[in-house]
């Protein structure tokens, strides 16, 4: 039993699907969970923008550029069942009409981001009838719920997919990224957030494995937008694809891994314009012919350094900082520490002035923005003598800002401004690959 989700590159046009229903045949995929069609989601950001601001003529502008793409789309997939799907467009974009006439902040916003994937997976449904597959749709957000600390919840997943675990015979799609909230209206799980769905289902029903197929030859040993002379890694494990996910490799959201380890669920990653190429695997296994695997980067990294001599030789110092993250909800990528001070980083600064101004009465504190998180990951054994010597001798003239490394076997990250970026990447492909 599979679990396949392709992202908005693979289902952005009416060839595209033909292929991905291919695809979905071929393994074949019990269940299949889409993002929206390329394109889309960011059309329905701005409409959103455009309706909270009252600007009803880019909301109307945005539209008629999707009506464009989705009915080109239903023109060139489906014949019998094309006016099902043109009625199914029309209805999503009077929903959209309806909440930007009547806007609510959130409420509204969310629900218009939500028709992109309902549209999508309709459609591509319809088109699956069409070949002569019995194919059924599911509505993710009357099982993928979300409770008040915006934790999904996994049993309530189980108890809706129960039946589809039971039935073979039938190719169920499903949307990936929208949810319910605990208020009980329409959300999302955020960008990316179709991966952390695929494999919530994966874990749901037992999957023997969760394919998550983008227009990328599996994960990277590097960035290739920004480093020459990558390439595919083929086996990684769990907790080396989690690292890399959660410090920029944009292939996989960061949230998945962790249902698909907890239940030893493989992870494909597969690029859905070469289907045959072998892609990434991802599971328990450990490659451990190598020390250093691969290299990723995250932007957006503000820096806060708290300076107070109550640190020396003081109990509780760090739970006070701590509290203060927890009571912003903004989680923590980075930390050091010394004797009277403490630096770290995060990558939301949503509420950084609040957090500044209750730290401040901790001791004196410093911003920087614009920096880099560059991570190495591997097997980093403690009892294995040189590896820090050639990651820092690779890029010994970059300067570093700061240093992790210790905290696991698998990754040492350091800290830089975001203009020396490509120059790091660069550096340690040519010297440690």
């Known amino acids: 039993m599979k679990v396949l989700k392709f992202g908005g590159t693979s289902v952005g046009s009416a060839g595209n699907m033909k292929r991905v229903a291919e695809i979905v045949q071929r393994q074949p995929a019990r269940i299949t969970v889409l993002s929206a069609m390329s394109g889309t989601t960011d059309a ?3 409409i959103a ?4 601001a009252g600007d009803t003529e880019t909301v109307e502008r945005q539209l008629a550029m999707l009506t464009e793409k989705y009915t080109a789309c239903i023109e060139g997939l489906l014949v019998s069942h094309r006016e099902e799907a043109t009625e199914r467009m029309r209805t999503a974009f009077d929903t959209i009409r309806r909440e930007a006439a009547a806007f609510e902040e959130y409420r509204s916003e969310r629900i218009v981001i939500a028709q992109g994937e309902l549209l999508t997976s309709a459609i591509f449904t319809l088109y699956l009838n069409e070949c002569g597959m019995k194919a059924v749709c599911l509505h993710s957000p009357d099982f993928m719920v979300t409770d008040s600390e915006e934790k999904v919840d996994t049993e309530r997943i189980r108890r809706a997919l129960a039946g589809v675990a039971a039935d073979p015979d039938t190719y169920y799609v499903a949307q990936g990224f929208i949810c319910t909230n605990a208020r009980g209206e329409i959300d999302n799980l955020g960008r990316g957030g179709s991966d952390y769905s695929a ?33 595919p890694i083929r086996n990684m494990s769990f907790d080396e694809a989690a690292e890399l996910a959660y410090f920029g490799a944009k292939i996989l959201h960061p949230a998945t891994i962790q249902p698909c380890k907890d239940h030893g669920i493989p992870v494909l990653l597969k690029n859905t314009m070469d289907p045959e190429a072998p892609g990434t695997t991802i ?20 820096v806060i350094r708290i300076h107070s001599a109550r640190m020396l030789m003081a109990y509780g110092f760090l739970r006070k900082v701590f509290e203060i993250f927890e009571q912003y909800r903004t989680p923590i990528d980075m930390i050091t520490t010394s ?10 600064d949503a509420h950084i002035d609040d957090i500044v ?6 001791g004196s504190i410093e911003i920087e923005r614009n920096n880099s998180i560059v991570c ?3 097997r980093m054994e403690h009892s294995d003598a040189g590896l820090a010597a050639s990651v820092f001798h690779s890029i010994r003239n970059i300067p570093i800002k700061m240093i992790s490394y210790g905290a696991s076997h698998r990754s040492m990250a ?13 550096s340690l492909n040519d010297s440690l690959f």
């Open 44 to 46: 329905l950001v701005k």
């Open 49 to 52: 923008a455009a309706a909270a």
């Open 199 to 231: 494999a919530l289902m994966g874990a749901a029903v037992d999957a023997a494995e969760v394919q998550i197929w983008t227009d990328i030859d599996g994960m990277h040993n590097n960035d290739p937008r920004f480093v020459e002379h990558t390439h």
């Open 283 to 302: 599971s328990n296994r450990d490659d451990d012919s190598k020390s250093f695997h691969a290299v990723a980067a995250k932007d957006g990294i503000t």
């Open 339 to 348: 004797e009277v001070a403490v630096s770290l980083t995060v990558d939301n």
């Open 357 to 362: 101004r209750e730290l401040g009465a901790l």
């Open 376 to 378: 190495v990951v591997g």
């Open 414 to 426: 350091m800290l830089i401004e975001t203009e020396y970026k490509q120059r790091t990447l660069q």
